[in-house]
């Protein structure tokens, strides 16, 4: 933790934390312990789910994606949700560039009509739509036959923003398994943070969110995996109990990750269903805060991918010189 300016905090009143003497941040925050729980979060199943985008991104018109190196197009077939090969099976077309008629795909080039149930070999993907996400399933793993979801509150007001970052979905994981950077790589969202409890099945912090000067909100939170790509926030004690935040992350090739972060805010005040009818404005300023907050975490992970590549290439350069005495932490 570090000194920060004055403050005032609003909303409920946590009890006082009990007074440790506490190790700078930079001790902390061990790599060892950070690559170990995210060895252990990779090691769980996921059934093999992948998010895409936000059900509500597909609209009338078929969407294209690369997820894990494969062209797909994905597009409504009335009140469902398909994905299949970005590829006519005639000659080839992008089927993201064609219409939609009748809720069949229209090859662009020669009109031949695609519908989910498929054509030879031309066949769809699995896809589940939990109502605010799609995922899509590759390959033979049916381990789950739907995606591995963080319990979500029943009323909510829902916000998603999307990015790209240049590194791969463990990267993304690992930033937020190390929450000992958010006072001093994002001091414009948090005034304090303490880590309250640590193991490699879940996170607890207690957190003060900056809302406008030296105002901030206390709160204590969990951050747990609930599969590889995943890593939830749920709100625990303080205003907005239940509220979570499901970052996922999605490979789009070896070097790029696609990633999806969708906010579920909930409250029990009265004015919170004020907010929910005025989701026009509170919605946007919600999407706004997270956007800030990925500028510098984008940042995080793509350093954190280069300096694993490099370290990666270091090796490989050495080895095929014949010296294989470095001694390099491979995370």
């Known amino acids: 933790m570090v000194r920060q300016k004055k403050y005032w905090k609003v909303g409920k009143r ?18 060892g312990w950070i690559s170990e729980a995210l060895e252990s979060v990779r ?27 494969r062209e797909v ?22 089927l993201s560039e064609g219409p939609i008629r009748e809720g069949k795909l229209v090859c662009p080039w020669h009109g031949l009509e695609l519908s989910p149930r498929g054509h030879g070999d031309w066949q ?10 799609l995922w899509i399933r590759f390959g033979h793993d ?9 319990t979500r509150p029943d009323s909510y007001l829902e916000a998603v923003v999307s990015t790209v970052a240049s590194c791969q979905p463990q990267d993304v994981i690992a ?4 929450p000992w950077h958010g006072v001093h790589f994002h001091p414009h969202s948090f005034a304090t943070l303490h880590v309250l409890e640590k193991s490699q099945e879940r996170l607890r912090l207690r957190v003060a969110y900056r809302l406008l000067g030296p105002l901030t909100m206390e709160v204590e939170a969990t951050f747990h995996c609930p599969e590889p790509n995943t890593i939830t926030m749920t709100i625990v004690d303080g205003e907005g109990v239940g509220s979570v935040v499901e970052t996922h992350a999605t490979p789009i090739d070896a070097e790029r990750t696609s990633i ?46 280069a300096l694993r590549s490099g370290i990666e290439d270091e090796r490989n350069s050495l080895r095929v010189l014949g010296n294989d005495y470095l001694d390099v932490s491979a995370e």
């Open 73 to 94: 197009v994905v597009w409504r077939a009335g009140n469902g949700l398909n994905a299949a090969p970005d590829r006519c099976p005639h000659m080839g077309a992008c």
């Open 260 to 305: 999806v972060e969708l906010t579920l805010a909930t409250s029990e005040r009265w004015q919170f269903q004020f907010a929910r009818r005025m989701k026009w404005l509170t919605r946007p300023l919600m999407e706004r805060a997270a956007r800030r907050l990925w500028v510098e975490d984008v940042a995080y992970a793509e350093r954190r991918f």
């Open 124 to 133: 769809t993907f699995p896809t589940f739509d939990d109502g605010l996400l």
């Open 142 to 150: 049916t381990t789950s036959e739907k995606p591995f979801l963080s």
């Open 43 to 69: 090691s769980r199943p996921s059934g093999g789910w992948l998010v895409v985008a936000p059900s509500s991104a597909i609209g009338d018109k078929p969407q294209r994606y690369v997820i894990a190196g």
């Open 14 to 31: 946590l009890p006082p934390l009990e007074f440790k003497p506490q190790k700078p941040d930079w001790l902390e925050a061990e790599p």
């Open 175 to 178: 930033n937020r398994l190390d």
